[in-house]
């Protein structure tokens, strides 16, 4: 019955949306903000940065300090990742995780972090 009202939809180009209204009870949309197109934009200029960043690390500390360096690194931005994953599924908020600093923190560092983005 559902693949029947599916190629009705189709063939009267009705837009099929992935989360009808009744069981998206957040409002969640699908298109970009001008802040969302900034962060893309920033992951692909820190892509090609970091190559920048690896060199001037293996330059100044040789290769064994620069892997003792990223190891380190990588282990804290590893249990930072955990943390705010186990935040955000135990506390669900409408928005960034700028909302749980606010939650757990302080408003007025919620606000410090939205305004430096």
Not at 83 to 107: H, K, N, W, Y
Request: net charge negative.
């Amino acid at each position: 019955m559902a693949s029947n009202a599916v190629s009705k939809a189709v063939s009267s180009n009705i837009p099929i949306t992935a989360y009808p209204q009744e069981t998206n009870p957040l409002n969640l949309t699908t298109h970009h903000h001008p802040g969302h197109l900034t962060m893309i934009s920033f992951g692909g200029v820190v892509g090609a940065s970091i190559w920048y960043g690896v060199g001037f690390a293996v330059a100044y500390s040789g290769p064994i300090g620069a892997l003792i360096c990223f190891f380190i690194i990588g282990v804290d931005v590893y249990f930072v990742m955990q943390c705010l994953g186990e935040m955000s599924t135990l506390f669900p908020v409408q928005g960034a995780f700028i909302e749980l600093a606010g939650r757990f923190v302080d408003e007025s560092l919620s606000f410090s972090l939205g305004w430096s983005m």
